[in-house]
């Protein structure tokens, strides 16, 4: 592992398309293709997608969701609460997703319950096994904001930065994500993307794509990337990035950093997590890894082989924050799941993963135990709590974002999930467990999980009962 000087960082990035690696898929991929310009606090871009319509049934429309009208003036569904105010930090800003043109096709609206869709009517009716192209010019204004989508203090997010096609269920047509303030609002399948982005040349780029090519001339820099089997893809820029380096389980592992003494060690611990899950769940997904220090309100986001990991942690939560992030690069960016009701199924996962983590690599100084013990608090004082306010408990675990009280949310989707996952190791033993695990995840890679995939992964009856009882809140933890 080493250090580089920012000077040598594009070029040392720029790897040619054979080193792709991805999830495996049976079906055709479709494809973003992105040429976007950022420019201050703007992002101004032309999408062009092509769509494979690999169901049953003729479609006459494609729905995408605009993540980025969540942070526009006067939205219903909005970030953040008032009490996480903070995150804009120089007074309330705001930004939005602006479509300019869609074509070819019928005709398009921005609608949703809160603007938050596009729909795009298609020139003809697309039929199973066909494809469509359409292309989409838009511009995204950038609030000041330490989020997802924002121009932070020392660097800029770039996360769902582009309009997202809505996952398509058989029979009920387009999922509309609504975005919340709550959890993760996403939903979505995977893709493959070629994004190109031109900025000032004082930024570094970090990015979920490998650098096809980067350029800097006449005061910017171009820079191409790719990725394939995606659910997301997302940008971090920053004019004071040191990125540091190394290799594990064939895995390019890039750490980008500006206020980290302790550097080197973060790499490490990034390299140890990327050894053991490919060991314990089965091979990481993608060739390189990015793992961004930035400014952002919580502890860290997970998009595919990029996470955000916040400058705001002390240095134990920074650690911890960095392995549940990674341990989403298998449940979320490769296992995929409904956030928006499934949250559990990724979270609950990610924390159990990390307590797995800990529990090896003692060294690092987190008391994984404690963490576990931490967990069981939480639930019983939320039972306690809601028994004594509404008269009983509600624990459920199958609830849309919407449904969950701010703290609700973390204890029934982190703590009350990862739960579910020693219950599960207690009832079935260790050698069954892992091993369930490497069949879930074998099984949906590249797929949309649900909690009966999960119960179809772990054979034995009693697992089924003991992920049945944690859903339905019978299970006592």
């Not at 992105?34 to 420019?39: E, G, K, L, R, T």
Request: net charge negative.
């Amino acid at each position: 592992m080493k250090r580089l000087s920012l000077c040598f960082v594009l070029l040392f990035l720029v790897a040619p398309l054979s080193l792709f690696a991805g999830c495996s898929s049976q079906k055709e991929n479709n494809v973003y293709r992105i040429s976007a310009q950022f420019s201050e606090n703007t992002l101004s871009a032309s999408m062009q997608f092509t769509f494979y319509n690999d169901e049953e049934t003729s479609l006459s429309f494609l729905c995408f969701n605009l993540y980025g009208n969540a942070y526009r003036e006067g939205a219903q569904n909005t970030p953040l609460t008032a009490s996480q105010a903070s995150a804009y930090y120089s007074g309330k800003s705001y930004g939005d997703m602006e479509i300019v043109s869609v074509s070819p096709c019928k005709d398009w609206e921005v609608c949703g319950e809160d603007e938050n869709i596009l729909r795009v009517d298609l020139e003809k009716e697309l039929f199973p096994a066909e494809s469509v192209t359409v292309n989409i010019e838009y511009v995204l204004t950038l609030a000041q904001v330490e989020h997802r989508t924002g121009v932070a203090k020392r660097s800029v997010n770039l996360g769902n930065f582009y309009p997202v096609l809505c996952a398509y269920e058989e029979g009920k047509g387009f999922y509309e994500c609504v975005y919340s303030s709550n959890g993760d609002p996403f939903y979505s399948e995977t893709a493959d993307y070629e994004v190109t982005l031109t900025a000032d040349e004082k930024y570094v780029a970090a990015s979920s794509g490998q650098t096809v090519s980067a350029t800097r001339k006449g005061g910017k820099m171009v820079c191409e990337y790719a990725l394939e089997n995606a659910r997301d893809f997302a940008l971090v820029l920053g004019e004071e990035y040191e990125v540091f380096q190394t290799q594990a389980a064939g895995v390019h592992i890039l750490y980008y950093a500006y206020d980290d003494d302790n550097a080197e060690q973060t790499l490490e611990l990034l390299s140890d997590c990327i050894s053991y899950f490919s060991d314990t769940f089965g091979d990481f997904p993608y060739k390189t890894y990015a793992a961004v220090q930035t400014g952002f309100c919580f502890g860290g986001m997970e998009y595919p082989a990029l996470v955000y990991l916040s400058d705001s942690l002390s240095r134990e939560e920074y650690l911890y924050t960095a392995v549940h992030e990674t341990a989403h690069q298998w449940w979320y960016a490769a296992v995929g799941n409904n956030e928006c009701e499934y949250a559990f199924l990724d979270e609950g996962l990610a924390e159990y993963s990390s307590y797995l983590f800990f529990s090896e690599y003692e060294e690092y100084g987190i008391d994984a135990a404690a963490r576990l013990k931490t967990a069981h608090s939480a639930c019983n004082a939320l039972v306690s709590v809601q028994e004594q306010v509404f008269g009983e408990a509600d624990t459920t675990m199958d609830r849309p974002l919407s449904e969950y009280g701010a703290y609700e949310y973390v204890v029934i989707a982190y703590d009350k999930g990862m739960l579910l996952f020693d219950a599960l190791r207690d009832a079935v033993g260790d050698r069954a467990f892992f091993a369930s695990l490497k069949r879930y995840y074998a099984q949906n890679s590249g797929k949309i999980a649900t909690p009966a995939s999960l119960s179809a992964a772990f054979k034995n009856a009693g697992a089924s009962g003991v992920i049945a009882s944690f859903m339905d809140g019978t299970a006592i933890v």
